[in-house]
């Protein structure tokens, strides 16, 4: 089945520092890779669609400056949480799918778990 | 604003018995329909899709489709405790998807 690979499971860092986050589909090519974050007992949220090559689209509400989203490849996206703070301590899920335009569904990386002291 | 409506339970169930988690849509242009599986920590996981009318099975797993209706369920028979998770439904039209907030089910041994 299809594999999505994220990075890193665990980061803790200090406020104001920056963490970068991984998503690698494995074993497809994804035109199309999501962000997700979800606080403690409530639904995922999408924050934004990373398209290879272009732009991400951000969700209302969700800040691209604070949130950097690069998708340089059809099996990379990144995403840069610049500056942290505490209330951004959330869990963070990428998602791929390898045709946004079918019925394909998307598969999600194993998230990241990201604490702001 | 397109909305998926799952009830948050929990839902408690014995072991052996079938669990029945229900999700209602809003929009009606939505296409294809998935449930997956989050145990607590962890990512959510693809259980079963379906994009048509009727009935899917696979394994203890049955998921069925109601688009006049705007419902979808998923049914697991035989329920293990190792079946105890969040239930996510989730619902797109060629498009992002759309997540309901979770059914947690529990089965007790």
């Known amino acids: 089945g299809a594999v999505v690979s994220q990075h890193p499971s665990w980061v803790i860092c200090k406020s104001g520092t920056s963490v970068k986050i991984e998503c690698r589909s494995l074993d497809f090519q994804a035109t199309t890779m999501f962000w997700y974050r979800q606080f403690p007992k409530q639904s995922l949220m999408l924050m934004a669609t990373s398209n290879e090559g272009s732009k991400a689209t951000y969700e209302q509400g969700v800040e691209k400056d604070k949130f950097l989203i690069n998708h340089a490849s059809l099996t990379l996206s990144t995403l840069t949480v610049t500056s942290a703070h505490p209330e951004d301590s959330s869990f963070y899920i990428c998602?791929?799918?390898?045709?946004?335009?079918?019925?394909?569904?998307?598969?999600f990386g194993d998230g990241t778990r990201l604490s702001i002291l | 604003q397109k909305e998926v409506e799952q009830n948050s339970g929990p839902l408690s169930v014995p072991e052996g018995a079938i669990a029945s988690l229900n999700c209602t849509y809003s929009d009606r242009g939505s296409q294809s329909f998935f449930w997956y599986r989050q145990y607590s920590g962890k990512s959510p996981e693809l259980i079963m899709f379906i994009y048509s009318n009727g009935d899917k099975e696979d394994g203890r797993f049955t998921a069925q489709l109601n688009k006049a209706s705007q419902y979808v369920s998923l049914l697991i028979r035989d329920s293990q405790p190792s079946d105890s998770a969040t239930y996510l439904c989730?619902?797109?039209?060629?498009?992002?998807?759309?997540f309901g907030k979770g059914t947690m089910l529990l089965v007790s041994p």
């Open positions: 998602s791929a799918t390898p045709d946004t335009f079918s019925n394909q569904p998307q598969h």
């Open positions: 989730a619902v797109t039209g060629y498009s992002t998807l759309t």
